[in-house]
T-cell receptor, first 118, second 116 residues
Framework: AQTVTQSQPEMSVQEAETVTLSCTYDTSESDYYLFWYKQPPSRQMILVIRQEAYKQQNATENRFSVNFQKAAKSFSLKISDSQLGDAAMYFCAYSAHINAGNNRKLIWGLGTSLAVNP | GAVVSQHPSRVICKSGTSVKIECRSLDFQATTMFWYRQFPKQSLMLMATSNEGSKATYEQGVEKDKFLINHASLTLSTLTVTSAHPEDSSFYIC????????????FGPGTRLTVL
C-alpha cells in the first residue's frame, strides 16, 4: 500500500531564510503525481506545487521548489526567502490509483507545521 | 482559475437533524469530487469519491447511509449528514478535480459542523 511520511512534525525558520521540508513515500507504481499543499490558519487548503513522476526536472513555483528523487522516493520542499505568510501546515500528498480506471485519490502525510520567525 | 466554493462555512445543528453541505466548482467542470473530514491538527481523512452521474465510492469505515453524497452535475456535489450526532462534529472539506483525480485537486474552504 502507498504511504507518505513526513518526519518533521514542526519546523521553524527565520524570515528571509531558507527551509526544507522532507517527505518520503512508498509505492510500486512508476507513473504518479506528488503534491505539496499548504493549510494556513484559515484552513483553506492551497496547492503549493505539483510534480509528475515521469518528469526528471524538479518543479518550481516562484520561491517554492522541490527536490524529487524518484529512486529514493523522496520529495522535499524548499522554501526560499521565507515570509511571514508562509507560516502554515504543509502536507505532502501522493496521487494513488483507486482502481483499474483513471480514478485516483490522494494519500496524505501527517503534515509539518512551519513557523516563520520575524 | 480553479475555484471551489463550499456552503455553508459554519453550521450548528441539534442532535438528530440532517445537514446538507454544498460544494461547487465555480470556473471548471469537475469530473470527480472528493469529501474529506479533518480533525484538529490532523491530516485529511478521505470519506468518499464521487463521479458525476454515478454513485459515490466510500472509504472503508464510512457509513453510506449516514453520509449521503450526490454529484448530480459537473459543478455541484452535496454531502448530507443524516441524523447528526455530536461525534459528527468536525471540519468537512470538499475538493474537485477535472480528470478522475489524476489532475490536481482543488479544495473548498471547508465547513465547520457543530452538533449540539
Amino acid at each position: 500500500a502507498q504511504t507518505v511520511t513526513q518526519s518533521q512534525p514542526e519546523m521553524s525558520v527565520q524570515e528571509a531564510e531558507t527551509v526544507t521540508l522532507s517527505c518520503t513515500y512508498d509505492t510500486s507504481e512508476s507513473d504518479y503525481y506528488l503534491f505539496w499543499y499548504k493549510q494556513p490558519p484559515s484552513r483553506q487548503m492551497i496547492l503549493v506545487i505539483r510534480q509528475e513522476a515521469y518528469k526528471q526536472q524538479n518543479a518550481t513555483e516562484n520561491r517554492f521548489s522541490v527536490n524529487f528523487q524518484k529512486a529514493a522516493k523522496s520529495f522535499s520542499l524548499k522554501i526560499s526567502d521565507s515570509q511571514l505568510g508562509d507560516a502554515a501546515m504543509y502536507f505532502c500528498a501522493y496521487s494513488a490509483h483507486i482502481n483499474a480506471g483513471n480514478n485516483r485519490k490522494l494519500i496524505w502525510g501527517l503534515g509539518t507545521s512551519l513557523a516563520v520567525n520575524p | 482559475g480553479a475555484v471551489v466554493s463550499q456552503h455553508p462555512s459554519r453550521v450548528i445543528c441539534k442532535s438528530g437533524t440532517s445537514v446538507k453541505i454544498e460544494c461547487r466548482s465555480l470556473d471548471f467542470q469537475a469530473t470527480t469530487m472528493f469529501w474529506y473530514r479533518q480533525f484538529p491538527k490532523q491530516s485529511l481523512m478521505l470519506m468518499a469519491t464521487s463521479n458525476e452521474g454515478s454513485k459515490a465510492t466510500y472509504e472503508q469505515g464510512v457509513e453510506k447511509d449516514k453520509f449521503l453524497i450526490n454529484h448530480a452535475s459537473l459543478t455541484l456535489s452535496t454531502l448530507t449528514v443524516t441524523s447528526a450526532h455530536p461525534e459528527d462534529s468536525s471540519f468537512y472539506i470538499c475538493s474537485a478535480s477535472t480528470s478522475g483525480g489524476a489532475d490536481t485537486q482543488y479544495f473548498g474552504p471547508g465547513t465547520r459542523l457543530t452538533v449540539l
